[in-house]
């Protein structure tokens, strides 16, 4: 069964500076997809990046980037410039391509904004 | 387009009530999920249909559970004889077949409350 790990519960940033949220999963699929949600409090979650694994290239979304290592099987986020807005529970998901749709999710970190 | 709509967004009940849930997608989007988010958590996948066929079911759901989306539009879910253990929030995402990575959007969700 695929597994996804958030081994941070609780970080915090300062406005304008960067942040890295880490997650690592564990599968056997070689085709799959990762991505990283946002959950601001008693708001609806959104889709923040998304990433192939057939892909090479680390997926860019604006200040968000990911660190995407296959063989590591890690799944990094890293936000750039980081604003009050991004305040929230941030949710690390894993998509097989065989498994249907469902997304298998990790126990979340809760960011803070420091202003 | 207005997004996934959840109706309740609060619902308090007692232990053996029976509660349903409503989920509107996304228009023309084939694919509806539901899944449960306890406090804390990441969301725990329940199951999904593609229009009114329902293609999986997690081993979460268990026979007081049952979802229906007749016509392959709006979505129910039932809870049969609450228990406490059922209190939680119920999310509903859709998707559309034709994104090659199925990007699921979620609504508000239904926070159930069993006392």
């Known amino acids: 069964a695929q597994t996804v790990t958030q081994s941070q519960p609780e970080m915090s940033v300062q406005e304008a500076e960067t942040v890295t949220l880490s997650c690592t999963y564990d599968?056997?699929?070689?085709?799959?997809?990762l991505f990283w949600y946002k959950q601001p409090p008693s708001r609806q979650m959104i889709l923040v990046i998304r990433?192939?694994?057939?892909?090479?290239q680390n997926a860019t979304e604006n200040r968000f980037s990911v660190n995407f290592q296959k063989a590591a099987k890690s799944f990094s986020l890293k936000i750039s410039d980081s604003q009050l807005g991004d305040a929230a529970m941030y949710f690390c998901?894993?998509?097989?391509?065989?498994?249907?749709?469902?997304?298998?999710f990790g126990e979340g970190t809760q960011l803070t904004v420091n202003p | 387009d207005t997004g996934v709509s959840q109706n309740p967004r609060h619902k308090i009940t007692k232990r053996g009530q029976n509660v349903t849930f409503r989920c509107d997608p996304i228009?023309?989007?084939?694919?509806l999920y539901w899944y449960r988010q306890t406090l804390g958590q990441g969301p725990e996948f329940l199951t999904y249909?593609?229009?009114?066929?329902?293609?999986?079911k997690s081993r979460l759901l268990s026979d007081r559970f049952s979802a229906e989306r007749p016509k392959g539009s709006f979505s129910t879910l039932e809870i049969q004889r609450t228990e406490q253990g059922d209190s939680a929030m119920y999310l509903c995402?859709?998707?559309?077949?034709?994104?090659?990575?199925?990007?699921?959007?979620f609504g508000p969700g239904t926070r159930l409350t069993v006392t």
């Open positions: 995402a859709s998707s559309f077949r034709g994104a090659s990575v199925y990007e699921q959007y």
């Open positions: 599968t056997s699929e070689s085709d799959y997809y």
């Open positions: 990433q192939e694994a057939y892909k090479q």
């Open positions: 998901a894993y998509r097989a391509e065989t498994s249907g749709s469902r997304l298998t």
């Open positions: 228009s023309e989007h084939n694919r």
């Open positions: 249909f593609q229009n009114e066929a329902q293609l999986e």
